[in-house]
């Protein structure tokens, strides 16, 4: 038997083309607050000009894989225009495709009940591609990561499915599914969101956990899948259901992110769950450092999105008390910073602070045009607002608990909807 090289390049470009991923798009973000009231978390605005969603979808197209669906449900509108016009650039007649598969009952009255049951209502699109392998993603997490390499392992390990996994705190680790692996790192136990998780062995304090991101050989998904759907006591969710049943049944593998993760060798692995309004703070504000932990600068992993056609970024007056300057933050295109002063934020597209005013540690989305003499400090404003002359926010919380989202660790979001705007519509 021929001794294959799984690291060459050829081999993992061979295995992405034989593969098709599925992006799981559909979730709702509920601790995202109001953030997720008229969006899917995956549609969420990150980092000065990006939208979660673009994350995986550029992992898939870094990695080389260039067929792609992303499955959508909730208030899927945003993401679905977003993706619409970002993401068209595919060539169909190379076999290349981003395609929306919303919810749409195609074998029942009922809409995805858990997530193998999203792919499961999908079969019959996923057949008419004939890839030889499926990859699993979550489309709601920040981090770059080669596919590819994972796609590798798989077939090393002559696996019917592989779970990417990364080491959490324990304290931690009850919010994700829980693996534990023997010496050739195949899983014997996993256990979805634990009570009381356990640590590794050697590894006190640190727990192995479930990324959500998944390869499958083909056939086997599909008969597992299948099986699945006719247990009337699943809830018909791949932690839940489909991994404590195969891992004693058939050959389930870990794969571990530092081995496919994309970023500097120097670094720890960047992985963000952006899911309450604090991490979700917190991981923007980490792009505001000199050298952040996630390179959106890379020229060799860029991060795809829809570009809106914007003229530069602008800052005017340099008067004593008036003058337009933007430190330590990321400025997109299209805003106006007249006369005022921002420090360690991001200002999303098109966005006009006026004369006076102070921004601190704060994320601001699309379209928001701050007026005269404002104070904000560690506030994100969603898309939209419109904050009117002498408005203060983020200096008294107890203030602000009375118009405003408040998070445990004082981070105040505010609506257009909060502001008596209703502009639900931008989104």
């Known amino acids: 038997m021929v001794q294959q090289d799984y690291a060459s390049s050829r081999f993992i470009s061979a295995l992405t083309k034989q593969t098709v991923a599925l992006i799981l798009a559909g979730g709702r973000g509920s601790r995202l607050h109001d953030l997720t009231r008229w969006r899917a978390k995956p549609a969420v605005h990150f980092g000065g000009k990006f939208r979660i969603i673009d994350f995986p979808l550029s992992n898939c197209i870094n990695s080389g894989i260039r067929r792609i669906g992303v499955v959508t449900q909730y208030k899927a509108h945003s993401l679905i225009q977003h993706i619409q016009r970002g993401w068209g650039f595919m060539r169909g007649e190379f076999g290349e495709f981003v395609e929306l598969l919303p919810a749409q009952q195609r074998i029942e009255a009922e809409w995805y009940k858990g997530t193998a049951d999203a792919v499961f209502q999908n079969l019959d699109i996923l057949r008419s591609h004939a890839p030889e392998y499926i990859v699993v993603l979550g489309g709601d997490h920040i981090y770059k990561m080669d596919y590819g390499k994972m796609l590798a392992s798989h077939v090393r390990d002559q696996a019917d499915m592989t779970v990417a996994c990364f080491s959490v705190p324990v304290e931690e680790a009850s919010s994700f599914g829980i693996i534990t692996v023997d010496g050739d790192d195949r899983i014997v136990e996993f256990n979805e969101k634990p009570a009381k998780p356990d640590s590794m062995p050697g590894r006190p304090g640190e727990a192995l956990a479930s990324m959500g991101i998944y390869v499958f050989n083909t056939q086997f998904l599909y008969e597992q899948l299948i099986r699945d759907a006719h247990d009337p006591y699943s809830t018909h969710d791949f932690g839940t259901d489909l991994i404590p049943y195969l891992i004693s049944r058939y050959r389930v593998f870990a794969h571990h992110f530092e081995d496919s993760c994309v970023g500097e060798a120097n670094k720890h692995a960047y992985w963000r769950d952006v899911g309450t309004v604090d991490a979700y703070w917190e991981a923007n504000m980490e792009m505001t450092k000199v050298v952040p932990d996630l390179n959106v600068y890379d020229k060799h992993w860029p991060i795809w999105t829809y570009q809106v056609q914007l003229p530069p970024a602008k800052f005017v007056f340099d008067d004593e008390n008036r003058r337009g300057v933007a430190i ?100």
């Open 328 to 427: 330590d933050s990321l400025v997109s295109g299209g805003c106006i910073i007249s006369g005022s002063t921002v420090r360690r934020s991001l200002l999303f597209s098109d966005v006009h602070v006026n004369s006076y005013s102070h921004i601190e540690d704060s994320v601001i989305l699309p379209g928001v045009t701050v007026g005269d003499h404002v104070v904000l400090k560690r506030v994100i404003l969603d898309r939209g607002c419109v904050i009117p002359d002498g408005f203060r926010a983020g200096l008294d919380i107890n203030e602000d608990r009375k118009r405003f989202y408040v998070s445990e660790k004082g981070i105040t979001l505010i609506t257009p909807e909060m502001l008596g705007q209703g502009l639900h519509r931008n989104l």
